[in-house]
């Protein structure tokens, strides 16, 4: 079964704490692909980063780091020195090879900085 | 810049009227989605087409019909409207089915039937 659970249903910080916002998934599939999307306030999903299940490379960009695990099937998001501007629902998804037209998402993480 | 437009970003409408979601692509992307979001429930699929006339069911099908008679126009139809099919709907396309192209998403309809 494909399945991406997300256990953190809503976490607030104050500006400038580190946050980690955890995703654990399931799958079958040997060739997968793990996705983190942001939903701001405005409600349209954006896209933030894509892993391929053979790469588990960690991955900075900015403040964002991701931390990819295949053996405790983990795809955990960092916000380092976290900003009003990060205040969101946050979305971990999964899809597979032999699956493309679905994608399997969490319940989302809301997430919200207080200044 | 790419771009997935939904048609009305809020809708109030009656139990009983049939509701249409219209949803617009300008990326010549294969794929569209439709998905509905509920709080602690996340995003599930209604309905996805991989190509033009060519649709398949997701997870939550039931009380929507769905039409794609052009590659870049997906709509999500409510034959007759309930008050559990409120909800935020979201459309989304993506370039191919290979699994690892991501989704675009529009800005999302909030549907409140009454």
């Known amino acids: 079964a494909q399945k991406v659970t997300q256990a953190q249903t809503e976490i607030s910080v104050v500006e400038k704490e580190d946050v980690t916002l955890d995703c654990v998934y399931e799958?079958?599939?040997?060739?997968?692909?793990l996705f983190w999307y942001k939903q701001p306030p405005s409600g349209e999903l954006v896209f933030l980063i894509r892993?391929?299940?053979?790469?588990?490379q960690n991955e900075i960009s900015g403040r964002y780091s991701w931390n990819f695990q295949k053996s405790t099937s983990s795809f955990n998001f960092t916000i380092t020195a976290s900003q009003v501007v990060d205040s969101a629902v946050y979305f971990c998804?999964?899809?597979?090879?032999?699956?493309?037209?679905?994608?399997?998402f969490g319940t989302g993480t809301s997430l919200t900085v207080i200044p | 810049d790419v771009k997935v437009t939904q048609s009305s970003r809020y809708l109030v409408k009656r139990t009983g009227e049939k509701v249409f979601l219209e949803c617009v692509q300008d990326?010549?992307?294969?794929?569209m989605f439709w998905y509905r979001q509920d709080p602690g429930l996340g995003l599930r699929l209604i309905y996805f087409?991989?190509?033009?006339?060519?649709?398949e069911k997701g997870d939550i099908p039931e009380g929507y019909s769905v039409s794609r008679e052009k590659k870049e126009r997906f709509s999500l139809i409510l034959e007759s409207a309930s008050t559990n099919q409120t909800s935020m709907y979201l459309c989304?396309?993506?370039?191919?089915?290979?699994?690892?192209?991501?989704?675009?998403f529009g800005s999302g309809t909030q549907l409140s039937v009454l």
């Open positions: 989304a396309s993506s370039l191919s089915s290979s699994g690892r192209e991501k989704l675009f």
């Open positions: 799958t079958r599939d040997t060739t997968y692909y």
């Open positions: 892993r391929n299940s053979f790469d588990e």
């Open positions: 998804a999964l899809s597979g090879a032999n699956t493309g037209n679905q994608f399997y």
């Open positions: 990326m010549d992307h294969e794929n």
């Open positions: 087409s991989y190509d033009v006339k060519m649709k």
